[in-house]
């Protein structure tokens, strides 16, 4: 199994920027989707997370502005950020809990993660 993590870049303050993430391989199912992100001299921390159901949670900090979605027949999560802050700089990583079989547990699988830069 794979995700593949795109739709990074540089944005200027104010814009927008959507990331894609696409699981891959022997995947039986996927429950909650989930995207990180590591700011320079921080932690990862959460920033939203979709369930299979379609609930959403999100970091205080990108309420309103960012919006996380599921293609379940693509097995794809998105991420649209929207007014992007400087403060939103950080390398962005996918993350999926995914079973391969219906007798077996679901794993955490990463993707390789997204450089996002908001600069001017």
């Known amino acids: 199994v794979q995700l593949q993590a795109s739709g990074g870049g540089l944005v200027q303050p104010g814009g927008s920027l959507r990331l894609s993430c696409a699981a891959s391989?022997?995947?039986?199912?996927?429950?909650?989707m989930s995207w990180y992100r590591r700011a320079p001299g921080k932690q990862r921390g959460l920033v939203a997370l979709?369930?299979?159901?379609?609930?959403?949670n999100y970091a205080d900090s990108v309420k309103g502005r960012f919006t996380i979605s599921r293609d379940n027949g693509k097995n794809t999560v998105y991420l649209q950020m929207n007014s992007l802050k400087p403060e939103d700089t950080a390398i962005y990583y996918c993350?999926?809990?995914?079973?391969?079989?219906?007798?077996?547990?679901?794993?955490?699988?990463w993707g390789q993660g997204t450089l996002v830069t908001v600069s001017s």
């Open positions: 993350n999926a809990q995914i079973r391969r079989s219906s007798i077996r547990p679901t794993y955490d699988y």
């Open positions: 979709i369930s299979s159901g379609g609930s959403t």
């Open positions: 391989g022997s995947i039986f199912s996927i429950d909650d």
